[in-house]
């Protein structure tokens, strides 16, 4: 027979054991739900949205919620954004403290530099790391106008040869770095890319033209853009140039324009705009390898701004115009999800998924 001894020291086991099964199972959940966070795919997205009825400031979403980069609630806009291992940058601009300049400025982890010392109007528009090195895109203003600039780590490359220029994006590989905007020679806008600060014009300005976007696949290097028909109607021609030679993407009939393009297992993907109906509408669109894909109706002016393609799911960052105000969103797989709530204005104009 049991002494009342023996059940108690029993007893006591048991809850021990109990206890520690209990303990390592929750460990167990919560390594589990750590590692499903970790997992969890990130949806970043910049762009700009107002808190007031006259300031709007540079915006971020993660996930769709935003988080606050704005400085001090400057007027500004976050135009890029680019992850690298757990750090996020984020190009754009904001206003000096009085509004009368806007500054160059990039964030890391929300936190900003500014990449003038504020004595003329700059801006970024386009951000990209490798190997720890951050290469931003834009231009500042000086005596005759735009001038495109580069800055690598803070430090500022002009690559304006003295024309009057934009720098709107930037692409690195190995060390290459390639830049996409414009040139206006003689009052004739053309369409470029820089390679390493050497220009190459893509258009003979002739027409209006103008880049938006590089991306370099391989040893292929894809701009878009867009260009006039022609000097008389004016309409602006949706185009790719890959290596220089130009893909048309639609026929004139409707102003139509590029604004960013990628390459995504041999398959080359553009994000933009094009008029539909009696011309007024704008609606966003995609084009996969020259085969458009619309996702909005034409009911409402959109724009898609920015592509990224990540485990085959196809995420668009751009802009609706409803009856208040611009709505910021971002598509998955054509499903939309706005950022903004429609009555206070915004816009997103950059997306990157990790």
Not at 140 to 149: S, V
Not at 166 to 181: C, E, H, I, N, T
């Amino acid at each position: 027979m049991k002494t009342i001894k023996q059940y108690l020291i029993i007893a006591l086991a048991i809850a021990y054991i109990s206890i520690s099964f209990l303990s390592c199972s929750e460990n167990t959940e919560n390594i589990e739900m750590e590692e499903q966070n970790d997992n969890t795919t990130k949806v970043y997205v910049a762009g700009t949205r107002s808190i007031d009825q006259f300031t709007s400031i540079a915006e971020m979403w993660v996930n769709n919620s935003h988080s606050d980069i704005s400085s001090n609630n400057s007027f500004g806009l976050a135009s890029s954004v680019y992850v690298s291992d757990e750090d996020v940058y984020v190009a754009g601009y904001e206003s000096n403290s009085d509004n009368t300049l806007n500054i160059a400025t990039v964030w890391k982890n929300g936190i900003a530099t500014k990449l003038t010392d504020g004595s003329k109007n700059s801006t970024s528009t386009s951000v990209f790391v490798e190997n720890n090195n951050v290469y931003v895109a834009g231009d500042e203003t000086e005596n005759i106008g735009f001038k495109a600039r580069l800055w690598m780590n803070g430090v500022m490359t002009d690559l304006s040869e003295g024309i009057q220029s934009r720098a709107r994006s930037v692409f690195v590989k190995k060390g290459d770095v390639y830049l996409a905007g414009w040139q206006n020679l003689n009052a004739q806008f053309r369409a470029v890319v820089w390679e390493n600060g050497v220009a190459t014009r893509l258009t003979d300005g002739t027409k209006f033209a103008t880049a938006y976007d590089v991306h370099v696949d391989g040893e292929d290097v894809y701009v878009g853009g867009t260009e006039y028909n022609n000097n008389i109607d004016k309409t602006s021609v949706a185009k790719i140039w890959k290596n220089g030679n130009e893909i048309i993407l639609t026929d004139g009939t409707n102003n139509a324009i590029v604004t960013d393009v990628l390459v995504f297992e041999n398959d080359v993907y553009a994000a933009g705009w094009e008029a539909v109906g009696n011309a007024s509408e704008t609606v966003a669109t995609i084009w996969k390898n020259g085969v458009p894909t619309r996702l909005t109706d034409g009911t409402k002016n959109a724009r898609a701004n920015s592509i990224f393609i990540h485990e085959n799911d196809i995420y668009v960052a751009g802009n609706e115009i409803g009856e208040n105000s611009d709505t910021a969103k971002v598509w998955k797989n054509g499903v939309e999800t706005s950022l903004t709530d429609g009555i206070n204005f915004g816009r997103a104009f950059s997306v990157f998924v990790k």
